[in-house]
């Protein structure tokens, strides 16, 4: 039945129309924006998950970016603990050369001094952003020193900052309230180290005005050499006490850049998840846009042609 008051034809083709806009539409808006996914909308679940670990991902940029000061923190405290044993073993020398006889002991311990002026220049100079793990001037002990090393998400939504952990009484060289807390101020027993079994003799390196026992490893013209050979002992132990400390930050070192290259890749590898989910692709939607657009043109002529369709009519009321 052909109607001047319902175009059945018409309200089809409208119908038609308006689906293949709303598709043009949503493909549009996926290839402008390059996301499958761009709001809670299009798909609610994957777009939780995406913004999820996005968030994630800047906890774990915020993350490397820690990983990069600790590993600054460490390599400037294990850049100063070198060179200290390079200074220690210059004053070992020094010490063995005062065992020959004729020496001008006096100069040799004018050249100690100064080396260890160098050794505290070195202690002091070994600060980054304020962090400083070799000289302490605290009553209270440096303690443990923490670098944020991970952020995890548990299977329960829970989320926690792992870190990287390093006791500073492993590396602390100079002390100014607590000798003993430190490696170059501290007091050695040289008779426990050569097992001579004639009694306690304690010396130590430097005195910075913290209580110490013992004597200051220093030499003068009468200095006898068994003396000279207790303070080398008590040097060569200092010396193997430094390079297990450097050892140590050296495995630090080692583990905070592993840990950093974990967390880019870790970072990498969640981008791509997320790209799995949301992102558009683009060979696709650049595919079904074109097929659209041609649908869209053909819905627009059949729109046309049914609402022609009753004019027609008008012929059947012409003379």
């Given at each position: 039945m052909t109607s001047i008051m319902t175009n059945a034809a018409a309200m089809a083709a409208l119908q038609t129309l308006?689906?293949?806009?709303?598709?043009?539409?949503?493909?549009?808006?996926?290839?402008?924006?390059?996301?499958?996914?761009?709001?809670?909308?299009?798909?609610?679940?994957?777009?939780?998950?995406?913004t999820t670990m996005r968030s994630d991902n800047a906890a774990l940029s915020t993350v490397s970016d820690a990983?990069?000061?600790?590993?600054?923190?460490?390599?400037?405290?294990?850049?100063?603990?070198?060179?200290?044993?390079?200074?220690?073993?210059?004053i070992k020398?020094?010490?063995?050369?005062?065992r020959e006889p004729g020496v001008d002991k006096n100069k040799i311990n004018e050249e100690m001094t100064q080396l260890k002026n160098?050794?505290?220049?070195?202690?002091?100079?070994?600060?980054?952003?304020?962090?400083?793990?070799?000289?302490?001037?605290?009553?209270?002990?440096?303690?443990?020193?923490?670098?944020?090393?991970?952020f995890v998400r548990g299977a329960d939504g829970s989320v926690q900052v792992t870190t990287l952990d390093f006791d500073t009484a492993e590396s602390v060289l100079i002390d100014?309230?607590?000798?003993?807390?430190?490696f170059?101020?501290?007091?050695?027993?040289?008779?426990?180290?050569?097992?001579t079994g004639t009694g306690t003799r304690e010396y130590y390196l430097l005195d910075m005005g913290g209580p110490t026992g013992g004597d200051e490893i220093a030499i003068e013209t009468d200095t006898p050499d068994d003396v000279i050979d207790d303070m080398i002992a008590v040097v060569d132990n200092v010396i193997q006490q430094l390079t297990d400390a450097a050892a140590t930050l050296g495995a630090i070192t080692s583990r905070i850049e592993m840990q950093d290259n974990f967390v880019s890749n870790l970072m990498d590898v969640i981008d791509k998840g997320i790209g799995r989910l949301v992102d558009?692709?683009?060979?696709?939607?650049?595919?079904?846009?074109?097929?659209?657009?041609t649908q869209q043109q053909l819905g627009i002529q059949a729109l046309s042609i049914a609402n022609s369709s009753a004019e027609k009519l008008l012929t059947l009321f012409q003379r």
């Open positions: 308006r689906s293949i806009d709303n598709n043009l539409e949503m493909t549009q808006r996926r290839v402008s924006s390059g996301y499958r996914v761009e709001t809670a909308a299009d798909n609610a679940g994957y777009w939780s998950i995406a990983l990069g000061l600790g590993a600054a923190t460490v390599d400037t405290a294990y850049t100063a603990l070198d060179n200290v044993v390079d200074v220690m073993s210059t020398a020094k010490l063995v050369a005062a160098q050794l505290i220049s070195s202690a002091q100079s070994a600060s980054f952003s304020g962090e400083n793990w070799l000289y302490n001037t605290n009553a209270l002990e440096l303690g443990t020193k923490q670098v944020v090393s991970s100014t309230q607590d000798a003993s807390r430190g170059l101020t501290k007091s050695i027993d040289a008779d426990a180290l050569r097992n558009a692709d683009m060979n696709e939607e650049s595919t079904r846009l074109k097929a659209l657009q």
